[in-house]
């Protein structure tokens, strides 16, 4: 009897034990920190970590994929406040068109004809592209958390990426052509025989009413007294400034205080809106733009927005030689410039 009792006895702890076994294998694996809603949780344990195969895997990415994409999808951009999108649907875009600001005249006998002039002005597209590895031994591992910050980073970046392109232009705008043939910010376009400027070497001034007059107010008088080639005035309406961090609290001043240092009216108060970006690599340089036409000074191109990829096949020589997977972002696109006639640059050299 005794010796029945203890055989039961064993057969119970027998089925504990495998009953907590399958318990463990069934088990969620909470060291991720990545899961995503809806994907199945990653329950291949084994003793020392997570069993690489291709559910774990395909788990892994899906939910590196949902993070980048929730990061792209809360990234703050500003470009679109100064550039426009325009799309791409092959290796270069030809903006002959440029060469002629687009007006309405009076219709007298035959139309008049506006044909492009022989400026070359194309923008090929860029490939672009952020790429994260993940190894095999931090899957095997349960490592997985310290990629979740790396796939949003890459989102964000990916977010930014018009960003960049567009501060970029803005920051090349003194040594960089535009349509046509001049430097986007310079002092001899060509207009009906006549040189005209959109740039200036004044420093942003908010000390007084002389000095904001001599440099926030010479912009804009500059820029609302730009021509078409028939002599029209082309109504351009200065409506952001963009500055770097240097210059923002001379910015905001000018466009918002009531009085200026020197106790005297402010003239230009609600006149634009202050746009500040760190990617501006110049502390002097401060820029007058009108964002209110269907073109704007500067073209975001995109043939291909930015999108997740991943490398993960088990057959990869990556995979296969040296145990790593790859995930990341890629996009083709590029910029350049619109209308000269719609920004206005300073150095602020003085």
Excluded at 115 to 123: D, G
Excluded at 132 to 140: F, G, K, S
Excluded at 182 to 196: C, E, W
Excluded at 240 to 250: G, I, Q, R, T
Aim: aromatic share 10%.
């Amino acid at each position: 009897m005794k010796k029945l009792t203890k055989f039961a006895l064993g057969l119970f702890m027998l089925a504990v034990m495998v009953l907590g076994a399958f318990a463990v294998l069934a088990a969620p694996v909470e060291g991720l920190g990545l899961m995503a809603e809806g994907v199945e949780p990653l329950s291949f344990v084994g003793f020392a970590g997570l069993l690489v195969n291709k559910q774990t895997i395909d788990n892994v990415f899906v939910s590196l994929k949902t993070t980048f994409n929730n990061a792209f999808g809360a990234a703050p951009t500003v470009w679109p406040k100064i550039g426009m999108r325009i799309s791409s649907t092959t290796r270069q875009n030809d903006y002959a068109w440029l060469s002629k600001f687009p007006r309405m005249k009076e219709w007298i006998g035959d139309k008049h004809i506006k044909s492009l002039e022989a400026f070359a002005y194309t923008i090929p597209n860029k490939d672009w592209e952020a790429t994260i590895e993940v190894d095999r031994n931090d899957i095997e591992d349960d490592q997985l958390g310290i990629y979740g910050p790396q796939a949003q980073m890459a989102g964000e970046s990916a977010a930014q990426l018009p960003d960049e392109i567009v501060m970029a232009l803005v920051n090349g705008g003194f040594t960089s052509l535009c349509f046509d043939g001049q430097y986007f910010f310079d002092t001899d376009h060509l207009v009906a025989g006549a040189n005209v400027s959109n740039k200036l070497t004044v420093a942003l001034s908010a000390a007084s009413q002389a000095a904001a007059i001599a440099s926030y107010g010479a912009a804009r008088t500059a820029m609302r007294k730009f021509k078409d080639d028939e002599g029209r005035p082309l109504n351009i309406n200065p409506n952001v400034l963009l500055v770097p961090p240097a210059l923002e609290h001379v910015a905001l001043a000018l466009v918002n205080n009531d009085r200026l240092d020197d106790g005297k009216a402010n003239l230009f108060k609600g006149t634009a809106e202050v746009v500040v970006d760190a990617r501006l690599t110049s502390d002097t340089a401060w820029f007058l733009l009108d964002t209110t036409k269907p073109v704007k000074p500067f073209i975001y191109q995109e043939r291909k927005a930015p999108v997740f990829v991943e490398q993960t096949g088990q057959e990869n020589d990556d995979v296969f030689m040296r145990k790593k997977f790859k995930f990341g972002a890629e996009a083709r696109a590029a910029g350049g410039y619109g209308f000269w006639q719609l920004a206005l640059g300073s150095t602020g050299a003085g």
